[in-house]
């Protein structure tokens, strides 16, 4: 049990008057649904990126893009 929890899942037929849903005849719910933290996924991409030498320079203007066979 990864959870901790009997069921992860469970119907909310109540839910689903109360939300933009309500034509539907139940929602399903999970109490331990994560979510990213956009901060740290781009902490990570850039970590990633850079150890394969890409660069960012960030809040420099973009003047042109020029794609070639091998490069942009």
Known sequence: M???LD???FLSPEKSTQSAFQETDFLVENLVEGALH?????????????????EFLFGTPILEIKEERNAV
């Open 2 to 4: 990864i959870t901790g």
């Open 38 to 54: 956009s901060g740290k996924l781009v902490m990570k991409l850039v970590e990633k990126c850079q150890s394969l030498g890409i």
């Open 7 to 9: 069921e992860t899942f």
